[in-house]
């Protein structure tokens, strides 16, 4: 099968040299341009790399990084685009590439507001495909754009979907501790973080509200409807390099119990297991009953196949009585809260016939 | 005025080393006695020391250490004693010199579920002073024993406190980022928090709610009733020298808005400032508006007189809706929320009469 | 006595703060303007301050930042600059201000190799202050330029003076271990450093070389010889918030013992303690025999009267062989390395009557 | 072949761990017996294991740690023996199965002096195996011991080697960054190194001189002759997982340029190169020309193969002078400077017959 054309935007951020590595050797897609701002313009990859934990291949290393020109990448080919700008340079680009005739799967939150682009996370709203149609007839060459969710609401989004479907539980409160990679780079500087704790994101308690109810709600009659579920957020930012920690709290009568609450979450399976797409993890959401975890440290590693290598969510310290229920929640926040995501959108934008 | 004999228990851990710092030229009690465990026996304060932000006077570099004996304490005429012990050694120990009938201002959570024992904030619950006189009467010789509350109940308490009194919220949520000096000495080992949150510290959340309620409810016809405030919590250790950040969340049809909470907690004043006790912060509730506060690193500082040199806790944060609240706050864990607490409630003893 | 009239440039950095902190209430000098970039003109002092553990006084609080106009300066009758400015912009505006006949205590290196222009360090090379001459002599209204030296040669040319001047110990090897703070803000991206160790500073070790045999060298004939002494240096960046600590290894036959050194080091006093300039420490070097210091946590202490509050440098570890000693120092690098020996070096300018 | 029976003594602490996973699946040897102490005893290796790097086989997850009792792994027929135990308790364990005719293969220092017995580091000193044959007749069954250097020792000895032998290279200082991992488990408390370097690692600096001395000098007629080469270090502890980064600086007239120490260090190959041993790196010596490398975060990583998986050292910032040189290297602590080098050790003694 002759793999389908891909480009990077943005390679040289932290969610651009996920989305390299990710992508090093995909069976369905073959990065052929791996563009970056002006600055690092034919660069190898190997000189700019940051990501300790994710080891070049001798074939990435070597590879140039070039101008971020849509009308390059088209002329070259370019079906398929993975977007790791910033928001504020990713919005008209992304348009371009979209309006050129190329299917851009983004990690920016720039078009994520748009009526008729989706924030897709396979497992829960895979349904949420069909806005692309809508979007694809007003873009002159049927290019679209798909967005992956904020890092903090992919994890909270898959954790929340099964208790949602199954129990109707609908208001939640959440207390985040986000590493430093959700920042970018250069990101937090280490005098203000070292020994300490920032409690504001700017932006992220907005965003966990108003895109956890774009994902958990419908698609119908050519719109999307907001799911009604309450997502009130209070987030910081802590010095840890990788992995989004989650404080989940819920409330309703008849909350089920500890069991109920593991069993739904760690059984839980959705389009993307189906149809056993490349990077989706065997199981979304792995359940500990360890005393003492989920741990961003021990939890988050990029390069374990045990943690789906960054793709899989782990809940632990589930609690309940009556009427509450409480539990902790990891997500990957570059992997699957970042490239991984859209990763996993295209895989299934292949499958789905519509790439 | 002569000042009250005084004893420290456990001087050498971080919460000792908080008793001795703050009684140091105290204006109502003078130190005669600094106890520890037997290998620390006979050293000097300054050869055991290990609080980087408090200084150590002259004078009390040089005291040295003795050995924790309750008669022997009773013998030098000590009228009171403060306890910075584990809790799995007070026990005893604090009962033996209350029968002695000294005062004992204890740290250790140990007395804390006992019926005729308060834990005291006394901004909050300076009527349970009460329960001191059945104590007195079981007590051969007049001896008694005065808890503070565990460090995150302190600061939540005192948080929680004028919201609910003055419009009745009563359900929460907390979720914690707690230092590392709350752990005691040696404490957490650096490899397993470098770079991570450990979600979870023994005890912690069920304290957070019983003590929450103890502190809050009355003290009636010889014994405690709990307040039927519901706390919930979930509890994190971070890599925080000092300073428990909580983020609270509540929910109340008809909430106040940002301006009343604000306010209401900023004015907040009580029976230590009408007393101007020694330790009294001036303002018990700092309250914040910068975007980004407080921090534990910023609004912790032991030695800062504009933030009651840790008797104040601090909130920032502020964020309403129709039916919710969010904030975080901050209280400085070994201080306010461990030997200051203990410090205040003996100056309130103090005055009140019963020292 | 009158004040002296004086502005701070850079007032934001980490060392202009410093500096705001330091001259506040200074007895020689009073600040009336307080300069720095144009994106923070107009704010208040309180908004843009970042150090925790320097608190503002009510009136530093309130006071504005201002454009950076030499001639504005000039204007404000102003008489003596403190320079915190980055490099790149210190040169020209520093040079505009001697010429207007200002005399300028600059933290930059930008002039530090001018051939007229002093690296003072008051307790080393006061003498050298006569360079001034020569420079007010080609600057049309008296204006000069006296620059600190680098943060990690200020602490190691402190300890190697005595060490020089008593036992000819000339050859020296020096590794480095320095703090957040000497990279200025935002510094030193968390991501970077967080569980690591960077084994490069820009340009650091050539600096330790070349300022190290210029302070330590003679001002003759109108000109500054360097000294012999050689200094080989290997720096690095830790993730500590400030205090910049050095291994220091020198080869000598018939080394004097650790006694030797120790009271050599220790009893060393200079220029500054014999005029008993408010900034001066009274013991320049601290000499600690405790088996596990200094510790930049423990001995860099801003706040600590008995680290002479950052201005002296401390040493530990002395360790000698027949032929080799090895020590350990320690110096605040914003304080004493910073923007403290700025201050001092005008103490020294305004006794010896050249302000 | 049948694989060698094997056990490991330690098996939870921080270098027990590494031998475990070093050796699941090793194709010489095969752990029989999983030992530690009693407070272990009946739990699977999946409930103690702290390396957040090292993933678990299936396997290996639900082996149980039994108890250490020499004569039990005698009667279980294990050939061989490594130790992961600390210095105080390995001495006599050792010991005792070395008298029962088992391998020792020990990461403690308690033997390291013993006049019959090895420090070895394959690649610099295999010949000083024959020092076994020695042991082998004093104890009663033919077994014997071998030790590993100590961590640091290890990366300095294998960066001097080459350039001792071929320069003549004899007097060296070096300044160590040491990782936690290194200080076992628990090792320093997180308050201790929480934005802190500790000045002193105990008997380090003695360490790194006697045993250099010994591994890098000669064994003959029946006895070990040290190397007259000079080591002065001074060493600190600072907060970071792995890996041990070492300052080293040289003397000598005549010193060869840059070019010629990395080309050097960067072809020495050795025994364990020819025999191709399992856990031998194809480079025992990475040299990097990247202007801020090694870093312990992006070098030491166990997982990588690029690394050799923690086997080679890598050496950067190689500046020589007329007469210095300076450089930094970096060695992975507990595998090439600890379990790894004890495996190292087995796989040669293992090849060259005495197993």
Redo the contacts between chains.
Sequence with gaps: MTKRRAAILGTTGMIGQRFAHMLDDHPYFEVVAYCASDRSQGKKISEVW?L??A?LSDDLEGRAIQQTVAEDLSREGVELVFSGLPSDVAKDIEDECAELGMAVFSNASSHRTDPDTPILIPEINHDHLEAVDIQRKRRRKGGYIITNANCSVTGLALGLKPLVDAFGIE?F?V?T?QA??GAG????????????????ISKE?EKMKSEGRKILGRFEHGQFVDSSVSI?A?C?R????DGH?E?V?A?MPDMPDNERIASTLGEFKSRPQELSLPSAPVEPIIVTAA????????DS?A????RARGMAITV??I?T?ED?L?L?LLVHNTIRGGAGGSVLNAELAHREGIL
């Design positions: 940051k300790p934990d080891e208001d409160h207390a501790y430093l990679s780079y250069p990101g937090v500087p280490a005098v203000d973080i070292l020994g300490n704790i920032l409690p504001h308690e009130l209070s910081t802590v010095n840890v390099r920690l404080a709290f409330r005393p003492n975890r989920p741990q961003p440290l021990v590693l390069g374990s196949p045990e632990g310290r609690r009585t509450s409480r902790f």
